[in-house]
Nanobody, 129 residues
Framework: QVELVESGGGLVQPGGSLRLSCAAS???????????IGWFRQAPGKEREGVSC????????NYADSVKGRFTISRDNAKKTVYLQMNSLKPEDTAVYYC???????????????????WGQGTQVTVSS
């Protein structure tokens, strides 16, 4: 069983930065090293979309085109935490951001939600002047 808790959201002006954290507690024989982590977001009135993901070892990362070059995903398995550094934020980045855990990433299906068995409760990010 994996429990995920997001933090770091808030209100920021356009062009600003935020760093989201996804902290994991693993209550089982597995450790965070066994899980790929994905970040998703859902804006009001829109479907949830994949933003970025990172493999269990951290050697594979992927970004949605809308955030490429602005967001950076990283992980510290010793701290059981995955980070999403968000720079040059735009109003259209406003959404609730969720992290989710999957046993593996599959090219071509990085953001297929059916692969993610564990989800956090979300953290609100609002980009506005």
């Amino acid at each position: 069983q994996v429990e995920l808790v997001e933090s770091g959201g808030g209100l920021v002006q356009p062009g600003g930065s935020l760093r989201l954290s996804c902290a994991a507690s693993v209550v089982s024989a597995f450790t965070l090293d066994d899980y790929a982590i994905g970040w998703f977001r859902q804006a009001p009135g829109k479907e949830r979309e994949g933003v970025s993901c990172i493999s269990d070892s951290g050697d594979v990362t992927n970004y949605a085109d809308s955030v490429k070059g602005r967001f950076t995903i990283s992980r510290d398995n010793a701290k059981k935490t995955v980070y999403l550094q968000m720079n040059s934020l735009k109003p259209e980045d406003t959404a609730v951001y969720y992290c989710a855990a999957a046993h593996a990433l599959y090219p071509g299906a990085y953001y297929y939600e059916g692969l993610y068995g564990y989800w956090g409760q979300g953290t609100q990010v609002t980009v506005s002047s």
